[in-house]
């Protein structure tokens, strides 16, 4: 399971210390959380800030957009450099064209779904998408608990994969940290979003590698 820091958490007045320090890191991912004030209570950022920290990495940009109606914003982000882009299920009634347009721009796919909806709403795509994004925590801030439980839909997504032989990877995202890793792990996720955990750290490098650690255990 790799690791995707998420800059929900950094410190806004130096974002691009805090990709650098991602990078700096050798770290695949990263996770930009996109909220608009209407899907999610909170604003943070557009495709503006996407496309200007495009020019300093090549850091895989795993876009997670919670905004309503994606289907109307999403060129932006396909021009801003998005590696991925994932938009939630209860964020659109065209899923599926949504999706289609993202894969037709020639970036991955992402469908994400809050700790409410259960992995039967996605069961009509889930062959068209690259990732699925299970929300551990309820969207819209860092730092808050994750909620057991949604892992469940974890290991129901590894089954339906290894049945169907789909091919997408599974992410979590809300509340991960040292505490609650390895279940997540266990679990059987591919990649854990990581938030506060990762920028309340003074030492970065320690805690990813005390997080690989564990993920390795
Ligand atoms: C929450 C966001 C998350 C957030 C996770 O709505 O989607 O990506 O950054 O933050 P932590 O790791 O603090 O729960
Ligand atoms: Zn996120």
Redesign the pocket.
Known sequence: MKLAP?I??CNFSNVAKAVSQVDELGLEYL?L?V?DGSF?PEITFGAKLIKDIRRNTNITFDV?L?VERPEDKLDAFIEAGSDIITVHQESTIHLHRVLQKIKSAGIKCGVSIVPSTPVSMILPILDMVDLVLI??????????K?IQSCLDKVVELRDIREKEDYTYLISV?????LSTVQDVATAGADLA??????FLSEDKAEFVNKMNDLIRK
Do not use: I
């Open positions: 998420s929900l958490s996770h959380d909220m999610v997670h919670m929300m551990t925590v309820n969207p819209g801030y860092g730092g808050q994750l995202d809300g509340g991960v940290n979003v990581t938030g506060s955990a990762f």
